[in-house]
């Protein structure tokens, strides 16, 4: 049974920091594409960041340069710092993961996160 636990979240000031994580079990993780996603309160859902199988990374415009995603194959975790909070990204935050074929595509049930003073 393939699980994506997610944890970190939490509340936080503006210009803060978090680190949340993804953990994987139940798929060889080398073999997929993990995400970062977030869905805000009457809005819809944002990609934030993506990892690839091979490392390569790339981030939404409103994230670049404040946030950082990594992976760990041998923990089957993928982590994603956030430095520099702002308000808006209050969301909650999903980890997604896609198999390189596209063929399965696992979703987390999220971790809150909310930047308030």
């Known amino acids: 049974q393939v699980q994506l636990v997610e944890s970190g979240g939490g509340v936080v000031q503006p210009g803060g920091s978090l680190r949340l994580s993804c953990e994987a079990s139940?798929?060889?993780?080398?073999?997929?594409?993990v995400a970062w996603y977030r869905q805000a309160a009457g809005k819809e859902r944002e990609l934030v960041a993506t990892v690839t199988d091979g490392g390569g990374t790339n981030y939404g415009d409103s994230v670049k340069g404040r946030f950082t995603i990594s992976r760990d194959h041998i923990k089957k975790t993928v982590y994603l710092q956030m430095n520099s909070l702002k308000v808006e990204d209050t969301a909650v935050y999903l980890c997604?993961?896609?198999?390189?074929?596209?063929?399965?595509?696992?979703w987390g049930q999220g971790t809150q996160v909310t930047v308030s003073s």
């Open positions: 997604s993961a896609m198999h390189i074929t596209g063929r399965e595509h696992y």
């Open positions: 139940g798929l060889i993780f080398a073999r997929y594409v």
